[in-house]
């Protein structure tokens, strides 16, 4: 592996440890590969001991949630298929198969624990509608302070490509989020990160300390994937490099061994990647937490340098020119002159009102829009710099 940034800096101990024994509010994923043995079955020896160490924490005033992949997993199963189809109708039957049999084990699982479970499924547009975005965190912290452990997965028997997460590693990013966790672990089928595939190279070497992730980092990165599962290592990467950013600190562990004890005592367990801190609202977090942009505006130098290093707020006479269409209130990707993506925020106009007023000055807008209209295209409050 390239040594780049994200590998350079020293573990830290002091660091781990502390994130880690002060975590509380804590989400935990486990992909298809590791909830599933090849039987295609829940690991129900496995997963007990993880839910006991659950329930060994809800004593000490821990809170947990859980994003379980493994619907669609178990429709193959009971459907007898060994390979995972292509056609979404099928999957999507698949997964309305295997959805009630998932809910099913869990609920078994942690009945023995002595804990209750609650379904929450989600898809995409809880991301990119804000009000469903603060129904659904609602509805989660309202189980958890029912004592109740929410059992998170993707909706796949509706959703489509436009609705998907495309895999449960970004939705665990997005349920660490509505839950404001402090600690999010992936747990995966390698004991943390490696600068080569563990499967393949007998060299290969864990990587325990993260300072950060850059995109340096995903160039490096050897994927492995089966026929059950959708996500891989650079996956994992996505969703702990936006839970890092928005303050959550990230572990990523080894899901058939699973030592959730150790890795809360601050143990050298899997991967650790450190927690950035920064204060953003939560308005800010569900607009950085938005992927899916639905167009681009472009502006020029002088209106970089007010967004990004002034913290102003984007006004008509910097814009150059928009890019797809959108409606006003819609999340928008701000670009400079070189085509990079610089920010992100939320458009007070629609793109075809930018593109009447774009250059002109805030004092023009009520005579060539009218009344009603802000005076900035994006305000500072609503607008995060990447």
């Given at each position: 592996?390239?040594?780049?940034?994200?590998?350079?800096?020293?573990?830290?101990?002091?660091?781990?440890?502390?994130?880690?024994?002060?975590?509380?509010?804590?989400?935990?994923?486990?992909?298809?590969?590791?909830?599933?043995?090849?039987?295609?079955?829940?690991?129900?020896?496995?997963?007990?001991?993880?839910?006991?160490?659950?329930?060994?924490?809800?004593?000490?005033?821990?809170?947990?949630?859980?994003?379980?992949?493994?619907?669609?997993?178990?429709?193959?199963?009971?459907?007898?298929?060994?390979?995972?189809?292509?056609?979404?109708?099928?999957?999507?039957?698949?997964?309305?198969?295997?959805?009630?049999?998932l809910m099913q084990k869990w609920s078994a699982i942690f009945k023995k624990s002595n804990l209750r479970v609650g379904q929450i499924l989600l898809t995409y547009d809880?991301?990119?509608?804000?009000?469903?975005?603060?129904?659904?965190?609602?509805?989660?912290?309202?189980?958890?302070?029912?004592?109740?452990?929410?059992?998170?997965?993707?909706?796949?028997?509706?959703?489509?490509?436009?609705?998907?997460?495309?895999?449960?590693?970004?939705?665990?990013?997005?349920?660490?989020?509505?839950m404001d966790a402090d600690l999010l672990v992936l747990f995966t089928d390698t004991d943390g990160l490696y600068d080569k595939n563990p499967h393949f190279s007998a060299?290969?070497?864990?990587?325990?300390?993260?300072?950060?992730?850059?995109?340096?980092?995903?160039?490096?990165?050897?994927?492995?994937?089966?026929?059950?599962?959708?996500?891989?290592?650079r996956s994992k990467l996505m969703a702990a490099q936006l839970a890092s950013r928005s303050g959550t600190g990230v572990v990523i562990a080894n899901g058939f061994s699973?030592?959730?004890?150790?890795?809360?005592?601050?143990?050298?367990?899997?991967?650790?990647?450190?927690?950035?801190?920064?204060?953003?609202?939560?308005?800010?977090?569900?607009?950085?937490?938005?992927?899916?942009?639905?167009?681009?505006?472009?502006?020029?130098?002088?209106?970089?340098?007010?967004?990004?290093?002034?913290?102003?707020?984007?006004?008509?006479?910097?814009?150059?020119?928009?890019?797809?269409?959108?409606?006003?209130?819609?999340?928008?990707?701000?670009?400079?002159?070189?085509?990079?993506?610089?920010?992100?925020?939320?458009?007070?106009?629609?793109?075809?009102?930018?593109?009447?007023?774009?250059?002109?000055?805030?004092?023009?807008?009520?005579?060539?829009?009218?009344?009603?209209?802000?005076?900035?295209?994006?305000?500072?409050?609503?607008?995060?710099?990447?």
């Amino acid at each position: 592996m390239k040594k780049n940034k994200a590998t350079s800096s020293a573990p830290d101990p002091f660091l781990r440890r502390n994130v880690l024994q002060t975590a509380r509010k804590i989400v935990l994923k486990l992909g298809t590969k590791v909830l599933l043995s090849h039987h295609h079955d829940i690991d129900s020896g496995r997963m007990q001991k993880l839910v006991d160490d659950v329930a060994f924490f809800r004593q000490a005033g821990y809170t947990f949630s859980i994003v379980t992949s493994g619907a669609v997993g178990l429709g193959m199963n009971i459907m007898g298929l060994e390979k995972r189809p292509q056609d979404l109708k099928k999957i999507q039957a698949l997964a309305a198969i295997g959805q009630n049999m998932l809910m099913q084990k869990w609920s078994a699982i942690f009945k023995k624990s002595n804990l209750r479970v609650g379904q929450i499924l989600l898809t995409y547009d809880v991301i990119e509608n804000r009000k469903r975005f603060l129904y659904a965190r609602d509805c989660l912290n309202t189980l958890i302070d029912y004592g109740i452990v929410p059992i998170v997965n993707e909706n796949d028997s509706v959703a489509v490509d436009e609705l998907k997460f495309g895999d449960n590693d970004l939705l665990s990013a997005l349920t660490a989020h509505l839950m404001d966790a402090d600690l999010l672990v992936l747990f995966t089928d390698t004991d943390g990160l490696y600068d080569k595939n563990p499967h393949f190279s007998a060299e290969a070497k864990k990587i325990s300390f993260l300072q950060e992730i850059d995109d340096s980092l995903f160039q490096s990165i050897q994927d492995s994937r089966n026929n059950l599962s959708l996500g891989g290592m650079r996956s994992k990467l996505m969703a702990a490099q936006l839970a890092s950013r928005s303050g959550t600190g990230v572990v990523i562990a080894n899901g058939f061994s699973p030592d959730l004890k150790g890795i809360l005592k601050g143990e050298n367990t899997g991967t650790f990647i450190k927690p950035v801190e920064k204060n953003l609202k939560n308005k800010k977090k569900w607009i950085f937490f938005n992927q899916k942009i639905k167009g681009k505006i472009f502006i020029d130098r002088g209106a970089e340098d007010a967004v990004v290093h002034h913290r102003k707020s984007l006004l008509p006479g910097g814009v150059i020119r928009t890019e797809k269409q959108f409606d006003e209130g819609s999340v928008v990707g701000i670009f400079n002159q070189e085509n990079r993506l610089i920010g992100k925020g939320i458009s007070y106009f629609s793109s075809q009102d930018i593109e009447k007023i774009k250059g002109r000055k805030t004092s023009h807008i009520k005579t060539i829009l009218g009344e009603g209209y802000y005076e900035e295209i994006i305000h500072r409050d609503n607008l995060i710099i990447l």
